[in-house]
């Protein structure tokens, strides 16, 4: 669910082309892809084919990456065209909805892994039969992007890329605050911030992003490090189905935490109704930013060596887990016209060419064996493959859809103390004794729709 403000300048493609050059991108793809079978010679001969792609990434870098990744398929196949269609962000799954009942949408359309792809699956193409095991098995992830969330059942998605939520923050500001590493509790935090606070510098900014999924920030990148800080992943499965209700006192509790940033005043003021917190972060107005890792690029850009990474420390304990995981990718519609060429896409999105087309989209490569050379980008991936952390998934991704859209009203009005954090609490926990009991099975796997 990860900024670069529009398409990249024609300076920056060059660049860009330039490299693909040099490492043999190119080249390289055409021959993986003819020797599995894929893309180049597989539509020889035949009149050329046009799919249409929807994407709802308003101007974060997975933008740039799409239109990286169609330039590059489409050299390798001249017979197939891919027609990007950009679609926003805040209401994105309602028109490609509707387009499924009249069947006049796209070939291939992003989808958020997760429950969000089971919601959605009645329109989604199973790709057992269409993008072989042996190009699959080369994405890591796949689980979330499976009917049960069991790979033996097939797929529907293919992932972008690695995602984290995560936080940055500003080296220059920490050293002139005199705090060598960035804090692991919700006491350390609440000590750093009152030392930025006295300094004039925000602790933390809110405000909404590159992905533009609404007029507020959105909350559930912070609500996963809450939840965190209290439960397993395992745990977090029982948010789920209901085990551990949204009004228990050890969520109130984790609210409560979390409201008394904005009430201490280390957040800034306007943080339901701010749009800049990217920018007053690059501009060294705030020390701290929670986001996800589609950011990096355009915080990278600004700030250079400048910029660290942490886990944001909501948590009584050091924090100990990260959110890594594949939260969005490509699907095929099940009524293309062509999906025989849609599958050829999807499967070099599988190589690792296309893994470092990703990369120099400024994103984490979701194919094995494929890294980004990003300084900050290898240190979110050491926290769980280095420093031992423990892997969760994004919290939004496997909550039911309608919890999720109540956390995201009633979280930012938590924050700005419009609501007390029992009040908000309820809220949630109504919005999922709501759901038909399809939507909040036993098990994330046993979701189903209707």
Not at 86 to 107: T, W
Request: glycine fraction near 10%; include cysteine.
């Amino acid at each position: 669910m990860a900024s670069l403000r529009g398409m990249r300048t024609a300076r920056a493609r060059g660049k860009f082309w330039r490299t693909l050059v040099g490492v043999g991108v190119i080249g390289l793809a055409s021959a993986t892809l003819a020797a599995c079978g894929a893309s180049s010679g597989s539509n020889a001969g035949n009149a050329k084919v046009t799919l249409t792609l929807w994407q709802n990434y308003g101007t974060e870098a997975n933008a740039t990456a799409t239109t990286n990744l169609v330039t590059a398929f489409e050299k390798l196949d001249p017979n197939i065209a891919i027609k990007v269609v950009a679609q926003p962000a805040s209401n994105y799954f309602a028109l490609l909805q509707a387009a499924a009942i009249s069947r006049s949408g796209p070939d291939l359309a992003v989808m958020w892994t997760g429950l969000f792809t089971l919601q959605y699956k009645s329109y989604l193409q199973n790709l057992k039969q269409w993008v072989p095991e042996a190009d699959l098995s080369r994405m890591m992830g796949m689980r979330w992007t499976s009917p049960g969330f069991n790979t033996a059942n097939g797929s529907y998605v293919v992932p972008l890329e690695d995602q984290f939520y995560i936080g940055f923050y500003n080296k220059a500001l920490f050293a002139k605050a005199g705090i060598s590493t960035p804090p692991k509790t919700w006491n350390q935090l609440y000590s750093d911030c009152s030392k930025f606070k006295s300094m004039g510098v925000t602790c933390l900014d809110y405000g909404a992003g590159s992905q533009n999924l609404g007029a507020e920030f959105y909350p559930w990148y912070d609500m996963s490090y809450m939840m965190i800080g209290n439960y397993t992943p395992a745990q977090w499965e029982d948010l789920y189905n209901g085990k551990i209700p949204w009004t228990s006192p050890g969520i109130v509790a984790q609210f409560t935490r979390w409201q008394r940033l904005h009430t201490d005043g280390y957040t800034n003021s306007n943080v339901v109704t701010s749009i800049g917190s990217v920018v007053n972060f690059q501009k060294g107005k705030a020390a701290m930013l929670i986001k996800g890792n589609w950011d990096l690029a355009q915080l990278y850009g600004a700030m250079g060596s400048n910029l660290g990474t942490f886990v944001p420390p909501f948590s009584t304990t050091p924090i100990h887990g990260v959110v890594q995981y594949p939260g969005d990718g490509y699907a095929m519609t099940t009524y293309s016209q062509h999906k025989a060429q849609a599958a050829e896409f999807l499967r070099f999105l599988t190589t690792p060419q296309a893994g470092k087309i990703v990369a120099a989209s400024g994103l984490i490569p979701d194919v094995r064996g494929v890294s980004s050379g990003n300084p900050v980008a290898q240190q979110m991936l050491a926290f769980a493959a280095k420093d031992g952390f423990v892997k969760y998934p994004m919290l939004d991704n496997v909550t039911a859809p309608n919890v999720v859209n109540a956390g995201s009203k009633v979280m930012p009005e938590l924050l700005d103390g419009q609501v007390s954090p029992g009040q908000a609490a309820s809220q949630i926990e109504q919005a999922w004794r709501q759901l038909p009991s399809s939507e909040r099975g036993s098990s994330w796997g046993t979701y189903k729709v209707g």
